[in-house]
C-alpha cells in the first residue's frame, strides 16, 4: 500500500495542472475521410471546444486520429492565458514544421484563444500555419480548409454576441464514457485587470437552457453518470424565455428568467442517478439560492471551485475583482452554514500582482488558514499583453520574489491538502468509478462528492457503478480505501 500511496501521489501532481495540459483526439476510422488530429490546450472549455469542432469536422467527413503521423490536418487549440501557455504551443509548432517537411500538404491550424489574439499575426510570425480561426469561427472551418485547399491562406477571428453552439452535438474525444463536460456559457464581461480572457473570447452569453436539458439527458441514455456545467462565471448564467421555449419553460415553472440556481434544479431532475458540477463560480456572483438548490440534490456534488486570487482587498480592488476579503470569507461562511464543513472547496491564487507588499501577501496566506482549501491552482502573475493592468499598471514584482511567493502558497497548500483529506479517513464515501486506477489494473479510481480522487481494490466493480468505500489512508492528493458491501 505504501508504493501504490507515493507513486498516486506523483501522478497526481503531475496531473493537477488544469490549464496547458495537452489532450489529443482519438482514432475514428470510416475509411473514407481525410484524417484529424486536434491537441487541446488551456482551460476545460476549450476542450469541450475540440469536441464541437470534431463534430462540425465529422459532418463533412473528416475521421479523427490520435497518430500525428497519419494526420492530413492537425489543430491545435490554444490558450493565451499565460505567457508560458503562449511558448508551449510556439515550440509544438516547432516540432510540427518538422512534420511538414516531410509531409508538405499537411494543413497546420491554430484555433482558440491565441488564435483570437494574435489574429493575422500568427499567419506572419509562424510561417507554417495555413488557418486562422477564433471560438466563435468555428462553424466556417469547412469553407476555410476549402480556402486553404486552394492554395490560400485562411482566417477567420470574428467575435459573436450570439453563437453558443447549441446545436451542435459534441463528439465526446478521450472519453472515459462516464463524465462529460456540457458548456452552459460563452465570453466573460468581468474583465478583471490580469485576465486576457474577454479578449479572446468576447461577449458573455449563455445557452438556451432547454438544449442544455436535452444535452444531459442525452449524455445520461447513453450511460454517463456525471455532467460538468462549464462557463467562466456560471453564476452569471442568465436566460430569457423565447417563443421557441416558452412552453417547456412553463411546464417547468419558469416564468421569467432562468437563473444558474434555476438550472442547476433542471438539470439535476434529468436523474438521481446523473451527478452535476459546475465550474467556475464567481465569489461576487454566486448565490445563497445555488447553495440551497445544491444542499436541495443529493446528485448535485458538494464542490465549490471558488477562485479568490488574493487575500488583500486592496490587490482584489487593482484586480477588478469586485469583492473584498471580508466579502469572499462571508460567502464561505454561507457554503460552510448551507452545505456543512465536508462540501469540497477549491480555489485560483496569483502571486505578485503589481504592487504587491509583502504584507499584502502574507493576507493571502491567512485567508487560506481561514478557509482551509481542499485544493488549488496556483500561478505567478504573467502580464497579458492588450489586458487592463497591462495598460494602468506597472508590472513591479520581480520574478524572483513572484516565485517565492508561488512556493509558499503551493507549501501551504500542500499542508492543508493532507489535514482535509485526513479528516476523510475512517469514513464511507460515495464514489462514481471513472477507470482503473492509473497505476494498476487491480485498482479502480473515481471520485467522490466532494471531488476528491478515491483509489480502491476492484473487486468486481466497473467502471460507470457508485460504490462506496471505506477510506482507511490518504495523501495529499488521494483517497484510498476499500469497498463496503
Ligand atoms: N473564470 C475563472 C478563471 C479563468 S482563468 C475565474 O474567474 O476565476 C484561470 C485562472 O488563471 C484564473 O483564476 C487565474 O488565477 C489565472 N490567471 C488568469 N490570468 C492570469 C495571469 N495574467 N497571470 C497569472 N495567472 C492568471
Ligand atoms: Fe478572466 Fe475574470 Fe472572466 Fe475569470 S471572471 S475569465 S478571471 S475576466
Ligand atoms: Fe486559456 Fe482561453 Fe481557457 S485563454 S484558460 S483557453 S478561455
Redesign the pocket.
Known amino acids: 500500500m505504501e508504493n501504490l500511496v507515493q507513486d498516486l501521489t506523483i501522478l497526481n501532481e503531475n496531473n493537477a495542472e488544469n ?1 496547458e495540459t495537452v489532450k489529443t483526439t482519438p482514432d475514428q476510422n470510416t475509411g473514407k475521410g481525410r484524417k484529424l488530429y486536434i491537441e487541446s ?3 476545460q ?2 476542450f469541450a471546444d475540440s469536441e464541437i469542432v470534431a463534430s462540425i469536422l465529422n459532418k463533412e467527413g473528416f475521421d479523427t486520429t490520435s497518430d500525428i503521423a497519419q494526420a492530413d490536418v492537425v489543430f491545435l487549440n ?4 499565460r505567457e508560458k ?1 503562449e511558448q508551449t504551443v510556439r515550440n509544438r509548432l516547432t516540432h510540427i514544421n518538422g512534420l511538414k517537411k516531410q509531409k508538405p500538404e499537411l494543413l497546420v491550424g491554430v484555433l ?2 491565441m488564435a483570437e489574439r494574435l489574429k493575422s499575426k500568427f499567419l506572419e510570425e509562424e510561417k507554417i500555419v495555413d488557418l486562422v480561426a477564433g471560438p466563435d469561427a468555428y462553424r466556417d472551418l469547412p469553407q476555410l480548409i476549402n480556402q486553404v485547399d486552394e492554395g490560400e491562406k485562411a482566417i477567420n477571428t470574428f467575435l459573436s454576441r450570439e453563437e453558443t453552439y447549441a446545436d451542435i452535438t459534441p463528439v465526446r474525444l478521450n472519453s472515459n464514457g462516464v463524465t462529460a463536460f456540457i458548456s452552459i456559457m460563452r465570453g466573460c464581461d468581468n474583465m478583471c485587470t490580469f485576465c ?2 474577454p479578449f ?2 468576447g461577449r458573455e452569453r449563455s445557452r438556451d437552457p432547454q438544449s442544455i436539458v436535452a444535452e444531459a439527458q442525452d449524455l445520461f441514455n447513453k450511460g454517463f453518470r456525471e455532467v460538468t456545467l462549464l462557463g ?1 462565471n456560471v453564476d452569471s448564467y442568465k436566460w430569457s424565455a423565447e417563443e421557441n421555449n416558452k412552453a417547456w419553460l412553463e411546464k417547468k415553472g419558469i416564468t421569467n428568467t432562468v437563473t444558474f440556481a434555476n438550472l442547476l434544479e433542471m438539470v439535476a431532475q434529468v436523474s438521481p442517478e446523473l451527478r452535476i458540477r459546475f465550474s467556475t463560480s464567481h465569489p461576487k456572483d454566486i448565490t445563497d439560492d445555488v447553495l440551497h438548490t445544491m444542499a436541495k440534490y443529493e446528485n448535485i456534488c458538494k464542490y465549490i471551485h471558488l477562485p479568490v486570487q488574493s487575500g488583500n482587498s486592496r490587490i482584489l480592488d487593482m484586480m477588478n475583482r469586485g469583492y473584498t476579503r471580508e466579502w469572499y470569507l462571508d460567502k464561505i461562511k454561507s457554503i460552510r452554514n448551507i452545505l456543512g464543513e465536508s462540501c469540497g472547496i477549491s480555489s485560483d491564487m496569483i502571486t505578485g500582482f503589481c504592487s504587491e507588499t509583502e504584507e499584502e501577501h502574507k493576507e493571502t496566506l491567512s485567508l487560506m488558514d481561514a478557509v482551509q482549501y481542499d485544493f488549488a491552482y496556483m500561478f505567478f502573475y504573467s502580464e497579458r499583453p492588450g489586458t487592463l493592468a497591462e495598460k494602468k499598471f506597472k508590472d513591479d514584482i520581480d520574478e524572483e520574489t513572484k516565485k517565492r511567493r508561488l512556493n509558499e502558497i503551493i507549501q501551504k497548500q500542500t499542508a492543508h491538502s493532507l489535514q482535509r483529506n485526513k479528516l476523510d479517513v475512517g469514513k464511507i464515501h460515495q464514489v462514481l468509478v471513472e477507470g482503473f486506477s492509473k497505476r494498476s489494473d487491480e485498482y479502480l479510481q473515481g471520485r467522490n462528492t466532494a471531488n476528491k480522487v478515491v483509489v480502491f481494490p476492484k473487486e468486481n466493480f466497473s467502471k460507470g457503478q457508485y460504490v462506496n468505500v471505506l477510506v482507511t489512508d490518504c495523501t495529499g492528493a488521494t483517497l484510498l480505501g476499500k469497498a463496503v458491501h
Open positions: 490549464c490546450y488551456g482551460c472549455m476549450n490554444t490558450c493565451s492565458i501557455a482558440g484563444c486576457v480572457v479572446t473570447r467562466q
